[in-house]
């Protein structure tokens, strides 16, 4: 990870950088020590207008303690916008999670969504909407939560419509993508954080950013992963409707800590231990799991809280979850839902989404190479999109391993001469024409060379979800080669064969880009759930 500054530059007065800690789409983080030894974060803004500059100025004389502070916004003498913030001496809430894959303990679920609900509802009273709430933008310290990267918030009205998509796919509303959104986006993001905190997943999952956006358009959670209790709420908190969802985060807090509530323990709530990270080159032991009794009425549960070294932050190792009654620790885990037409088809509609995406990267190289003009390229580029959706749409569901149809062939078939009628169509060609040799006419040769090079293909090995790898050259070889062999059938009249072989070729590439996958998992790999810091 390379940073514009190293460490002891001072591209800001006042300020010695120690370190880089970050980057992302909106700059690059680093960690400083002022002239009078304050520790702050320093966040380096590329690329921002006016209107979010005024948002970040907006954030500045907020304080809650379930945020991270926002002290300065400053220029440097190059012109560049920084954001001086607070140092946050803790792990992040991603961190957490990646060491917990079946969700935290339920007493830290609800002291940390609580106090997300606090902070998010802070920034909402005062007209602010975050944007981009997800783990890695969550930060635990001694014990709090703290919520950082608001600072690029807007200041945001019911009506407003705004101009750019942010956030991060899995935690983005569905309403996002048509640039009208509320404060509710962030309800809605922290319906998808509950969800990771109760099961350790996130309810819309896929293998690219296109089948996890349709997914959050179309498709509607399965919930059975987590508690009865919470399904009603997270249903509400994740309804397409914006309008249908929680009015408040106060209203949506107060509902999870009802069901909190009901699936406390009768006799007491799991105590989460905290260990400090050991200096020396033993490990930290942490403490035994325990069960704490219920405290008397009217008084405070007791607090645990995190050791503070002088030379190392401390890191806050939580117990594995607690085992469901009546389950032993021999019982299998259970198996993953299996995958249904309804999420094959969710997954098929975004690969026809960005089919003609990856089709025109890879018609790139070509274009360098050949100097094409517009106009032809243009054609190719429409041949390509064609043939790819032919054989998106041709191979449908197909697994891997199916065996050879010829009724899937003949599908296929069908459907690529339909790409060659696109083929002829653009090519400036009316119906009826007829060859110069007179043997076929110039119709028939363009459907029968489309029809032919897709009905030869296994093209479902090339899109299959359950393919062995994300992108293989077979199915670019085997374009090349079918639509060699079938060059008989080109209508030399119309131009060269590059018309042709090209848009399969590219069609070839793009399949496999952009078709959902699934790795498969070796037979004999150990199942281990081993957590960092222990």
């Known amino acids: 990870m390379k940073f514009t500054y190293r460490s002891g530059q001072r591209p800001l007065d006042g300020y010695t950088i120690k370190r880089g800690v970050g980057q992302g789409g909106f700059g690059e983080v680093y960690f400083a020590v002022s002239d009078g030894g304050k520790e702050a974060a320093l966040k380096l803004l590329r690329g921002h207008s006016d209107v979010e500059l005024r948002g970040v100025a907006n954030c500045l004389n907020m304080k809650h303690p379930n945020l991270v502070h926002v002290y300065d916004l400053k220029v440097d003498e190059h012109g560049d916008k920084w954001l001086v913030m607070e140092y946050v001496l803790g792990e992040s809430m991603a961190s957490v999670l990646n060491r917990h894959p079946h969700g935290v303990p339920l007493n830290l679920a609800k002291e940390w969504f609580a106090a997300l609900a606090r902070a998010v509802g802070y920034l909402h009273d005062r007209g602010v909407v975050h944007r981009d709430l997800k783990p890695a933008n969550i930060f635990i310290e001694a014990g709090t939560l703290k919520v950082g990267d608001y600072g690029l918030c ?81 249903a509400k908190a994740l309804d397409k409707n914006p309008l249908r969802r929680y009015a408040s985060m106060a209203e949506m807090a107060k509902a999870v800590d009802v069901a909190m509530d009901l699936l406390a323990p009768a006799e007491g709530v799991p105590v989460a231990a905290v260990a400090a990270v050991s200096t020396g080159p033993s490990k930290a032991v942490p403490v035994a799991h325990r069960h704490a009794p219920t405290p008397p009425p009217q008084m405070a549960a007791p607090v645990v809280a995190a050791v503070t070294l002088p030379v190392q932050p401390v890191a806050a190792v939580l117990p594995p979850p607690l085992p469901r009654p009546g389950v032993s620790d021999a019982t299998p885990l259970p198996k993953a839902r299996p995958i249904t037409w309804k999420d094959r088809a969710v997954g098929n509609l975004g690969a026809v989404v960005f089919a003609p995406v990856i089709a025109a990267l890879g018609l790139i190289p070509y274009a360098l190479v050949t100097g094409s003009d517009w106009h032809a390229l243009g054609k190719t580029f429409l041949v390509t999109t064609a043939a790819a959706w032919a054989m998106l749409i041709g191979t449908g569901a197909a697994r891997s391993g199916s065996d050879d149809s010829w009724g899937r062939r003949l599908r296929l078939g069908v459907l690529g001469m339909a790409v060659g009628a696109v083929a002829f169509w653009l090519d400036g060609w009316t119906m009826p024409a007829t060859a110069h040799d007179g043997v076929f006419p110039t119709a028939v040769r363009y459907l029968l060379y489309f029809g032919g090079v897709l009905a030869a293909g296994r093209w479902w090995k090339a899109t299959a979800r359950d393919r062995k790898e994300r992108f293989s050259l077979f199915p670019v070889v085997a374009a090349g080669f079918w639509s060699a062999v079938l060059l008989f059938l080109w209508p030399w009249e119309s131009g060269g064969a590059a018309g042709g072989v090209i848009p399969l070729v590219v069609a070839s590439i793009a399949v496999q880009a952009v078709s959902p996958w699934t790795p498969a998992v070796a037979a004999n790999q150990p199942k281990k759930l081993r957590l960092r810091g222990l």
């Open 154 to 234: 807007k200041s945001i009205s019911v009506s407003q419509k705004q101009t750019r998509t942010v956030g991060t796919v899995h935690y983005m509303a569905p309403e996002v993508s048509t640039g009208n959104y509320s404060q509710r986006i962030d309800i809605y993001a922290c319906g998808v954080l509950l969800h990771e905190l109760l099961t350790g997943k996130v309810p819309f999952d896929g293998e690219s950013d296109g089948e996890i956006l349709m997914k959050h358009l179309t498709a509607t959670p399965d919930l059975t992963l987590v508690p009865e209790a919470f399904q009603p709420i997270l």
